[in-house]
């Protein structure tokens, strides 16, 4: 159920020159709303789609500028950490965007409003939005600030690494047996599928993890489960 004056909390954390609430309300329409009100106009994966180029390129142009001396490779490892599903998802709840979103009654009961693949589709809808209704440079200054401080945790703790990789050296370290990637469900339309696959070690599942690619959802299952090590912050 959406919160009394969510919106409004959302939008405290918004530009002030982002004044489009018809981009807004398109941004924050989650398909399972649509299937229950057919007065909404459309949902948000259209404008998802725009916001996913949009992000990745803001955050690979801000790196390029902010480590100059560093090679491709690291950028990458960087970025790929910036904009994967969890983190998007981390910056949405910042903004307070969960309790704003427009679910339909069963996907709000299951507690859709903190699902990380929810909360990042969410975000990124909104970021297009917020780029068509305004400018490139102010959704610069407005995604800026969140990915700073995380670049900065990332690097720490080393979270830039092959996730894959760092999980399989922790259980070679330990003597358990490489870990075993298990695909848990495979959910949606082929355009905007999303796999969800968890990882064992020795039998016991370590993490879980979602993606619009199998890879992508093993790289997030690696990452829960360092996470639960206590290997990340």
């Not at 959406?2 to 989650?30: G, M, Q, V, W, Y």
């Not at 142009?61 to 001396?69: A, I, V």
Request: aromatic fraction near 6%.
């Amino acid at each position: 159920m959406i919160e009394p004056h969510s919106k409004e909390r959302l939008k405290a954390h918004l530009p002030a020159n982002f004044t489009d609430d018809f981009l807004l309300n398109r941004a924050l329409t989650h398909s399972s709303y649509i299937n229950e009100n057919r007065d909404a106009i459309e949902e948000n994966e259209r404008l998802e789609f725009l916001g996913d180029a949009v992000v990745s390129f803001i955050v690979a142009e801000w790196l390029y500028n902010r480590y100059p001396e560093k090679k491709e490779g690291f950028l990458t490892k960087i970025r790929a950490a910036l904009v994967r599903t969890n983190q998007l998802a981390e910056f949405a709840r910042s903004i307070e965007l969960g309790p704003a979103i427009l679910l339909g009654r069963g996907e709000d009961a299951a507690g859709g409003r903190n699902r990380d693949a929810i909360l990042c589709d969410a975000f990124e809808a909104l970021i297009a939005a917020m780029y068509l209704s305004t400018d490139l440079e102010t959704v610069r200054a407005f995604i800026i600030p969140l990915i700073e401080d995380q670049s900065e945790k990332i690097l720490l703790n080393h979270t830039e690494e092959d996730a894959k990789s760092r999980l399989q050296e922790w259980a070679q370290s330990k003597g358990l047996a490489t870990p075993v990637y298990h695909l848990v469900s495979e959910t949606g339309p082929d355009h905007a599928k999303q796999f969800k696959v968890s990882v064992l070690v020795n039998g016991e599942e370590m993490g879980t993890g979602i993606g619009s690619s199998k890879q992508q959802a093993e790289k997030e299952a690696a990452l829960a489960a360092l996470h639960n090590l206590g290997m990340t912050a």
